[in-house]
């Protein structure tokens, strides 16, 4: 509101006041004043507002300016020079300040002064100068001010900590990103060093060894690393085989057999479970169930297989020789095969190597095999009927025949 | 033939009018300390002791097949069960365990349990099991202690050179279960074997 509006209404107030000066009435004694303690005075005829309500939250009702008036006309008439800097444009938001009429901004205020609650905080009236001076410093400073928002409170709340996450996440994500991408290809540089080495009990622990030194990616990609160990167990299984391949695969190195960069065909790997467990020369089954097979002079001379082959591969007949074993691994066996596919590691993604296919066989002592046959045939044939007839046969145990 | 069941009613009779134990009416027996009967035979020796155990298991044998010919029946001829209900009831009247008796292929096996004769006493035992078999089956025979677990030992019928090899291999160490395999003729009807 400009000056001069300001001017001309409190000109318009104190003609008015004049022409009631004029023709002198007893004004009524004040109510809404005295009520409240902090009114020293009955209030005179014209009651400014506080220059509080700049200060205060600006809700509507929350700041009623108890202004007692001389009549009712008056009240009507009147306006409060700061009423549109307190309430700017929420009184009535969808007109400006200015297009306001005097008699709604009195109306207004006076539902105000008439609805107000009794617990409102009530403002004690000031003398004019320090009225004029307060109006100057809120003319002055009016154009500056501009009322918060009702909820102006949550802005300490809600924006600062979802900026602070958002930023956090950035920087989380940001980071693994760069991990993800410093970090080398967990498997294939490994393998040159896994691949030569001897199968062992600690073969596993080896596995993890190679893997060992990410400590975050690992554990994402640890079930990958268990899966690509399958790898350096056929590489490892390569060595046992003592007849080299008569067909084109090229020549196998004795440092290095499975390198990710040659190329890679399907091996058969022998999984040897000794059945016997008395048997002297048993060795103990690896994790991986993997190991070397016996030289011929070794007590488990018959490997007999125990889940056969129905069609058995090219390479397992190249494993049977050196095996020594009379028999073969069991193309006469009806059973049905159990075999293991296992997918190697691919050296490059381009070119993925084939499987390997695995299955176990049984290497059983064959003199205790045999005895063992031998007792239960007799056992089952031999079923006498009379006491004579088994002391008879009892007695005849160890004794030569004709 | 009808096999004459074991009734160990009134198998022994205590006379004490006269003071007297008697089984089956025959001969007068004595009650007397099984750990006693034991320290007696190994002092006695081995041959005293064999002796001793061969009598008394024969007497036994010999009631058995009696009972089975006065049923009009052979020992020989009789049924497994049948036969081995006397043997039983015999040495447990007698106060030597309970037997049972087991058949590993041809081998009979008996299997004596809780006997009052513990390893000191297992050679009188085993004179005595064979002389009771031998006396009711009326076969020559020879009978080899296998092994004592606890108070369970097993005891091989076997005949002479049987009992030899056993004896052999028992004392080399090898298993009376793989003893007992060892005896049995190998099968070269298995292709696998």
């Known amino acids: 509101m400009n000056q001069e509006r300001k001017v001309s209404v409190l000109r318009n107030l104190l003609e008015r006041v004049q022409k ?4 002198p009435r007893v004004a009524p004694a004040p109510t809404a004043v005295a009520a409240t303690p902090l009114a ?43 009423a549109a800097a307190v309430e700017p444009p929420r009184a009535e938001p969808t007109s400006p300040a200015g297009a306001v009429s005097d008699r709604d901004a009195s109306s ?55 900026l602070t996450v958002s930023e956090s996440e950035e920087d989380i994500s940001i980071t693994v990103t760069m991990e993800e991408s410093e970090a080398p290809p967990p498997i294939s540089p490994s393998l040159p060093d896994v691949a030569p080495m001897p199968m062992s009990a600690g073969h596993g622990a080896d596995i993890h060894e190679v893997s060992g030194p990410q400590p975050r990616l690992a554990l994402v990609s640890e079930p990958e690393i ?52 008395s048997a002297p020369s048993v060795l103990p089954a690896t994790p991986s169930g993997v190991r070397p097979v016996p030289p011929p002079s070794a007590p488990f001379a018959r490997t007999a297989p125990s889940v056969p082959d129905a069609k058995p591969p090219v390479s ?22 159990i075999r293991l596919m296992a997918q190697p590691l691919a050296d490059t993604a381009a070119t993925p190597s084939p499987p390997v296919e695995i299955w176990a066989s049984t290497l059983t002592p064959a003199e205790l095999r045999g005895q063992v046959a031998s007792f239960v045939g007799q056992n089952a044939k031999f079923e006498p009927r009379t006491f004579g007839e088994l002391v008879r046969a009892s007695i005849a145990l160890g004794e030569e025949k004709p | 033939m009808s096999n004459p069941p074991f009734d160990a009613s009134k198998a022994v009779t205590f006379d004490l009018s006269r003071g007297q134990i008697q089984k089956d009416g025959t001969d007068p027996r004595w009650l007397v300390s099984a750990s006693a009967v034991i320290a007696l035979c190994r002092d006695a020796g081995g041959e005293a002791a064999s002796t001793f155990a061969r009598a008394t298991g024969q007497s036994m044998g010999a009631a058995i097949a009696a009972r089975f010919e006065r049923a009009g029946g052979d020992v020989s001829a009789a049924a497994i069960d049948a036969v081995f209900e006397h043997l039983s009831g015999e040495l447990a009247v007698a106060g030597f365990g309970r037997l049972s008796i087991e058949r590993w292929g041809q081998a009979l096996v008996l299997v004596l349990d809780h006997s009052p004769a513990s390893e000191s006493g297992d050679e009188l035992v085993r004179a005595l099991l064979g002389a009771a078999v031998a006396g009711a089956a009326k076969l020559d025979l020879e009978c080899v202690r296998l092994a004592r677990e606890g108070e369970r030992a097993r005891f091989f019928i076997a005949g002479r050179r049987g009992a030899e090899k056993v004896r052999q291999w028992l004392g080399s160490g090898v298993s ?14 298995r292709g696998d074997a």
């Not at chain 1, 205020?109 to 009794?118: C, K, R």
Request: hydrophobic share 30%; glycine share 6%; aromatic share 2%.
């Open chain 1, 20 to 23: 009631r000066a004029a023709s």
């Open chain 1, 40 to 82: 020293p005075a009955p209030a005179p005829a014209v009651s400014t507002p506080a220059p509080q309500p700049p200060k205060t939250p600006a809700r509507p009702g929350s700041a009623t300016l108890p202004l007692d008036f001389g009549s009712d006309s008056e009240a009507a008439s009147f306006r409060p020079p700061s």
């Open chain 1, 108 to 162: 207004q205020l006076e539902s105000e002064a008439e609805q107000g609650p009794p617990s409102a905080p009530r403002l004690r009236e000031v003398p004019d100068e320090e009225l004029s001076a307060e109006e100057r410093e809120i003319d002055e400073e009016e154009p500056p001010i501009e009322t918060p928002p009702p909820e102006s409170g949550r802005q300490d709340v809600t924006p600062s900590p979802s």
């Open chain 1, 226 to 277: 268990e899966l690509h160990g399958m790898t350096p167990l056929s590489a490892i299984a390569e060595p046992v085989l003592p007849v080299a391949p008569a067909k084109p695969p090229p020549p196998p190195e004795p440092g290095a057999r499975s390198l990710p960069g040659s190329s890679f065909r399907p091996q058969d790997i022998e999984l040897a479970v000794p059945v016997a467990a």
């Open chain 1, 316 to 337: 397992a007949a190249q494993t049977a020789p050196a095996q020594a074993s009379p028999v073969p691994p069991g193309p006469d066996a009806g059973a049905p095969p």
């Open chain 2, 176 to 189: 009376w279960g793989e003893a007992i395999v060892r005896l049995h003729p190998a099968q070269p009807s």
